[in-house]
């Protein structure tokens, strides 16, 4: 896989385009595998085949157009589209999750979610179909955009470097470092929500009025006399 992967991605100028729509797709289609093709981008700069930067430019301005791509289909088209590119029970507590913390920390979670294979679409949807002000999530979808790009051409650089001679193995690296940090943050959210959760204010059950009589035979129920 990793060897087709790399003919596809030769040291050709349309090479960077390829980045830049797999990024831009993977937004809005979870399925599209955006950090395999940035990670490998790093490895194969590592040799030489291709620029760092341009590599790490090319992920970032795709990333960034298709999370404001993703927000104005979900202000556009609203909650429809959102559960019908995010589906099934998990798409449905991760729509939820996005909708909750979007309130209270919205330009931390954007920036945040871009991490998170999935989190990123249903943050940006969410953000469209709540309105989210847009004139902060451009800066917040930038500053994720950028570190998210960075990153995992870093990781591919880094692991192309150490394995000179076999680069799959710099792949492998590379790519399991990224699941890692993926996993970290999966797991600080659900702890987060989980602790929530626990905190929450739980809603108060309705008091029954209570019944009793006195010594002359009458009812009283809620404090009310009856005959």
């Not at 995010?86 to 920390?105: K, M, Q, Y």
């Not at 943050?185 to 702890?191: F, M, V, Y």
């Not at 626990?198 to 008091?207: F, G, L, T, V």
Request: net charge positive; proline share 4%; with cysteine.
């Amino acid at each position: 896989m990793f060897d087709q992967l790399v003919d596809a991605m030769s040291g050709a100028w349309w090479t960077y385009l390829l980045v830049w729509g797999i990024c831009l797709l993977d937004a809005v289609l979870p399925v599209v595998p955006s950090e395999t093709m940035v990670i490998t981008g790093g490895v194969l700069a590592s040799s030489g085949d291709l620029n760092l930067i341009l590599i790490m430019v090319a992920g970032a301005v795709g990333a960034f157009a298709g999370d404001n791509l993703a927000y104005g289909l979900g202000r556009l088209f609203g909650e429809r589209v959102a559960r019908l590119v995010v589906r099934g029970p998990r798409g449905e507590r991760t729509l939820d999750w996005a909708r909750r913390t979007l309130d209270r920390r919205g330009v931390i979670l954007i920036i945040a979610a871009r991490f998170v294979p999935g989190g990123r679409t249903a943050t940006t949807l969410v953000a469209g179909t709540t309105h989210f002000d847009y004139r902060r999530f451009v800066p917040a979808a930038a500053v994720g955009a950028v570190g998210w790009s960075g990153y995992n051409a870093l990781l591919g650089f880094v692991g192309g470097s150490t394995f000179t001679d076999a680069p799959w193995k710099g792949f492998l690296l590379a790519f399991g470092l990224a699941g890692a940090a993926t996993v970290a943050i999966e797991t600080g959210r659900w702890l987060w929500s989980r602790r929530h959760s626990r905190h929450a204010p739980q809603p108060q059950h309705a008091q029954q009025p209570h019944e009793d009589r006195t010594a002359d035979g009458q009812l009283h129920i809620g404090g009310r006399r009856t005959p």
